[in-house]
């Protein structure tokens, strides 16, 4: 894998802050020829840098009103089959393991707590939760600091 450059960091920057900013615009802003930016984030592609390109939707818009962050501690033997369950699950957006007295952190969207309430019951099958609804977000997205 080759070093990154400052043209590299440029271009990253640009896409994260507009992932849809025309290769054109890019191309002015690093001076270099719309191939060649072009070349350059193929290569940033595959070297795994970038992992995709994604549209930030307001799940309000969905009646997802409902933001929570649950904390799961589960054990090794239920780990395989609650896996499949939240990867198959909409509502969850997000699941990490994480350190510390939980194993799991999800961040989950639903549109009532009832729905929200049916998901947590599911999910005590498979260990103990401990969950954090969102009152409101200060900040929604940030991307990586470069």
Same mark, same amino acid.
């Given at each position: 894998?080759?070093?990154?450059?400052? &043209?590299?960091?440029?271009?990253?920057?640009?896409?994260?802050?507009?992932?849809? +900013?025309?290769?054109?615009? +890019?191309?002015?802003?690093?001076? @270099?020829?719309?191939?060649? &930016? !072009?070349?350059? +984030?193929? /290569? @940033?592609? /595959?070297?795994?840098? +970038?992992?995709?390109?994604?549209?930030?939707?307001?799940? !309000?818009?969905?009646?997802?009103?409902?933001?929570?962050?649950?904390?799961?501690? &589960?054990?090794? /033997?239920?780990?395989?089959? @609650?896996?499949e369950y939240l990867v198959s699950n909409p509502a969850v957006m997000e699941c990490n393991r994480v350190t510390g007295?939980? !194993?799991? @952190?999800?961040?989950?969207?639903?549109?009532n707590t009832v729905e929200m309430d049916k998901f947590i019951n599911t999910l005590q099958v498979y260990g103990r939760?401990?969950?954090?609804? &969102?009152? !409101?977000?200060?900040?929604?997205?940030?991307?990586?600091?470069?």
């Amino acid at each position: 894998m080759r070093e990154l450059d400052k &043209v590299d960091i440029k271009i990253l920057k640009l896409l994260q802050n507009n992932a849809r +900013i025309p290769v054109s615009q +890019i191309a002015k802003e690093v001076f @270099l020829s719309a191939p060649t &930016v !072009s070349s350059r +984030i193929e /290569e @940033l592609t /595959e070297m795994g840098i +970038i992992k995709g390109y994604y549209t930030e939707i307001d799940n !309000s818009a969905f009646s997802n009103v409902i933001k929570a962050y649950i904390d799961m501690e &589960v054990s090794p /033997e239920k780990k395989n089959e @609650l896996y499949e369950y939240l990867v198959s699950n909409p509502a969850v957006m997000e699941c990490n393991r994480v350190t510390g007295e939980y !194993s799991l @952190l999800m961040k989950v969207v639903f549109k009532n707590t009832v729905e929200m309430d049916k998901f947590i019951n599911t999910l005590q099958v498979y260990g103990r939760t401990k969950t954090q609804i &969102v009152f !409101s977000t200060i900040i929604s997205h940030r991307g990586v600091i470069i």
